[in-house]
């Protein structure tokens, strides 16, 4: 299995790592023909503004939205998120646009914009998950078909529809393999 990552800004060294802890080889997308054989493609941590404008800037919109269209699983965490959702609150930014989500950026302020706290999230069993956030968005609204896999307090920071998956935080930020390995297991395979 070859996943993906793209290398454009942020946190994509990190999920590099862990996918190598994970067994799984990777490749940094920068260009088009990068996407050529992936398996699957992780778009990582960062800024979702600089990463739509880099995106644009180095041709990547239209060949990752049609190989995601084709059935390429995606998994985006925290600016990778945002890069997902059809639906910014209260901007035009522009998005790959494939899960049907609405997300709020920087939705937890600034006292508190970066915190770490314990998550229930059922599907990668019942150990609680260790979960980062940083300036992170969280989900305000989400459709039929979109999976609610884990809430923190009450709002939505985990979903998966299809072979789309999400995280409001930076699961390569830690040394728990589980949510990688979910993809990877569960999404991709
Ligand atoms: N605040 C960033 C954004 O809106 C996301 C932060 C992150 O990826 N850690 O794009």
Do not use: W
């Not at 940094?28 to 600089?50: C, F, H, M, N, Y």
């Not at 049609?66 to 985006?76: E, K, R, S």
């Not at 006292?111 to 989900?139: C, H, K, M, N, W």
Request: one cysteine or more; charged letters at 20%.
């Amino acid at each position: 299995m070859l996943i993906g990552v793209l290398a454009l800004q942020g946190a994509f060294r990190e999920h590099q790592y862990i996918l190598d802890k994970c067994g799984v080889s990777t490749r940094q997308i920068r260009k088009p023909s990068e996407l050529d054989g992936i398996d699957a493609l992780v778009i990582p941590g960062g800024e979702s503004t600089t990463i739509s404008k880099l995106i644009n800037s180095f041709n990547l919109m239209k060949p990752i939205k049609d190989l995601a269209n084709q059935g390429m699983p995606i998994f985006g965490t925290c600016a990778g998120l945002i890069m997902l959702a059809k639906h910014i609150r209260n901007s035009q930014q522009e998005t790959i646009a494939l899960i049907d989500i609405e997300v709020e950026r920087n939705a937890y302020g600034r006292q508190v914009d970066s915190f770490e706290t314990d998550l229930d999230i059922p599907v990668l069993g019942e150990e609680p998950y260790r979960a980062i956030f940083i300036r992170a968005p969280y989900i305000t609204e989400v459709s039929k078909g979109v999976n609610v896999l884990a809430r923190c307090v009450n709002k939505i920071v985990c979903v998966s529809q299809g072979r789309f998956l999400v995280t409001a935080f930076h699961p390569e930020l830690t040394n728990d393999l589980r949510m990688h390995r979910y993809f990877i297991e569960n999404i991709v395979k």
